[in-house]
């Protein structure tokens, strides 16, 4: 069956160090898989968006990489701050469609202590 | 608007009752998709509307949810005889372009619950 896992619930981290959040999917040939970041009661804000034929991509202190073979994502937060916390979602395209159907992994919850 | 706009904001209905969501897209955004979020998970698509058509409805649970966008904008999500395990955040989302490779805007959700 088709499944997308995220690392642990709940990661935490101090406040300076690097944040590593992990996605794994199986049975999915995603084209595209995006990162997501969601504060309580609000609705997920995109952050990034990888391509299968890329393997790395950065924005700022973002860094994602996205490795086909391991079916696996990786999203870094480097020099975290406490204004960082907040649960961060991968999503990927369903490759069975064309229009950006996306499928979401449960999240990471990050706290950043200061 | 600056944004996806989702009312109302919170719904709390008894069981049985008919409900509707309503979501206001992003001026000129022609794909609307409307998706499920369950405490501590992540969301889970519903429908996605490519101007006036439901052009893919396969993750509408059941007959009692239906949703509309008669004019390509509005969207309004329907559910008829709700039950408890309707309760969840219900999130509109729309993009400029279709593809994967096309950001989605986010409302911020309306949180159902289903007394």
């Known amino acids: 069956s088709q499944k997308i896992e995220q690392n642990s619930e709940a990661l935490n981290i101090q406040e300076g160090k690097t944040a590593t959040l992990t996605c794994n999917y199986t049975?999915?040939?995603?084209?595209?898989l995006q990162w997501y970041r969601q504060d309580p009661g609000r609705g997920p804000v995109f952050l990034l968006l990888i391509r299968e034929n890329e393997k790395e991509k950065r924005k700022e202190r973002l860094k994602v990489t996205f490795d086909t073979t391991l079916k696996q994502s990786l999203f870094h937060i480097t020099a975290s701050q406490p204004a960082d916390s907040a649960t961060y979602l991968c999503a990927l395209d369903d490759s069975g469609t064309s229009y950006g159907k996306l499928t979401f992994g449960q999240g990471t919850i990050l706290t950043v202590h200061p | 608007g600056a944004g996806v706009s989702q009312t109302p904001s919170n719904k709390v209905t008894e069981k049985g009752k008919y409900v509707e969501l309503r979501c206001d897209p992003i001026?000129?955004?022609?794909?609307l998709y409307w998706y499920r979020q369950s405490l501590g998970q992540g969301p889970e698509f519903l429908i996605y509307f490519q101007g006036t058509g439901a052009a893919d409805d396969s993750g509408l649970p059941n007959d009692r949810f239906f949703a509309v966008r008669p004019e390509g904008s509005v969207s309004t999500l329907k559910i008829q005889r709700t039950e408890r395990g309707d309760s969840a955040v219900y999130l509109c989302a729309s993009s400029l372009g279709v593809g994967g490779d096309t950001e989605a805007f986010f409302g911020q959700g309306t949180r159902l619950t289903v007394v």
């Open positions: 001026s000129g955004h022609t794909a």
């Open positions: 049975n999915y040939s995603p084209a595209y």
